[in-house]
């Protein structure tokens, strides 16, 4: 998949709804075990390389909210799409359903952390891009640049 084209999704004519959302670029994530909830370290919208270096590593958090009834199992997908319009990496699919751990009255949630190795041929704007059940829902961008 290239970039995201950014269109309304339709289904039999009607408008599907479409999660709150949030995805975050950074340096690290850390997990509690108890409550299963993450925290993202250094948010990132540019990385550096050294020169003679190409191998970028970095983390990503998308963050969903339901508000209405949802139970179905759903897909997320996480990649990377380079200046060029290549994708140099990308998350398999994970499969999630919807989860109200905390208020059953409240919006449902998911939380899907990635970590992403690769090299990056070129420098520039990089997308990360989310999508969920095959549909583009959101993408944020972060630069590759090399120190002087």
């Not at 199992?73 to 994970?94: K, M, T, Y």
């Amino acid at each position: 998949m290239r970039r995201l084209v950014w269109t309304s999704t339709l289904q039999f004519g009607k408008l599907l709804r479409v999660p709150i959302t949030s995805l975050v670029v950074c340096e690290s994530l850390i997990w509690e075990r108890e409550n299963n909830l993450p925290t993202a370290i250094r948010i990132l919208d540019a990385i550096r390389l050294a020169p003679n270096n190409a191998h970028v590593r970095f983390f990503s958090l998308l963050t969903l909210h339901e508000t209405g009834v949802d139970f179905r199992s759903h897909s997320a997908v996480i990649q990377i799409v380079a200046p060029d319009g290549s994708v140099p990496a990308a998350a398999l699919p994970h499969r999630f359903v919807y989860g109200r751990k905390i208020d059953p009255g409240s919006p449902a949630g998911f939380h899907l952390g990635t970590e992403f190795n690769f090299e990056a041929k070129l420098l520039g704007t990089y997308w990360v891009q989310a999508s969920v059940d095959s549909a583009p829902l959101t993408q944020v961008p972060f630069l590759v640049t090399r120190t002087p």
